[in-house]
């Protein structure tokens, strides 16, 4: 949200990531990396519980992770990966998502949260790019 205008407190930061065998081993070597643990009952994931799951909710020592597999059109990894912006944070060069993108995933999620995200985006760059969303729209 910060790097589309909008600068609000969070509770979490998002990963989104591909959905792939490869991701499976780096997304357990970032858990390692941040003692990540599931969220909800902070159990030590394996490799058999990362591939299985779509989404993982994790406590790190940074903070709450969400950790999303890519999913449909244009909210998949490639299309949001190929509309990121590009930054530097801390002297490491990383992407996040895109205007775009951002918009998507806040009509989806639908949230009160998310509509007010998209109210306060919309009052900052006036009118926003809207997609057709898998699951919002017909």
């Given at each position: 949200m910060?790097a589309?205008?909008?600068?609000?407190a969070?509770d979490?930061?998002?990963?989104?990531?591909?959905?792939d065998?490869?991701t499976?081993?780096?997304?357990?070597r970032?858990l390692d990396?941040?003692?990540?643990?599931?969220?909800?009952?902070d159990?030590?994931?394996?490799?058999?519980?990362?591939?299985?799951?779509?989404?993982?909710r994790?406590?790190?020592?940074?903070?709450i992770?969400?950790?999303?597999?890519g999913?449909?059109?244009?909210?998949?990894y490639?299309?949001?990966?190929?509309r990121a912006?590009?930054?530097?944070i801390g002297?490491?060069?990383v992407?996040v998502?895109?205007?775009?993108?951002?918009?998507?995933?806040?009509?989806l999620?639908n949230?009160?949260?998310?509509?007010?995200?998209?109210m306060?985006l919309?009052a900052?760059h006036?009118?926003?790019?809207?997609e057709d969303?898998?699951?919002?729209?017909?």
């Open positions: 910060i589309n205008g909008f600068v609000r969070t979490d930061s998002d990963l989104l990531v591909p959905d065998a490869d499976n081993d780096a997304i357990l970032f990396q941040v003692n990540g643990t599931r969220l909800w009952d159990k030590k994931l394996n490799g058999e519980e990362i591939a299985a799951a779509d989404h993982l994790i406590n790190s020592r940074h903070g992770v969400d950790i999303m597999r999913g449909l059109p244009p909210l998949d490639d299309t949001v990966a190929d912006i590009t930054m530097d002297g490491h060069t992407r998502a895109g205007l775009r993108s951002i918009v998507g995933f806040k009509r999620a949230r009160p949260r998310d509509r007010n995200d998209l306060e919309e900052f006036g009118a926003l790019p809207v969303i898998p699951g919002v729209d017909g």
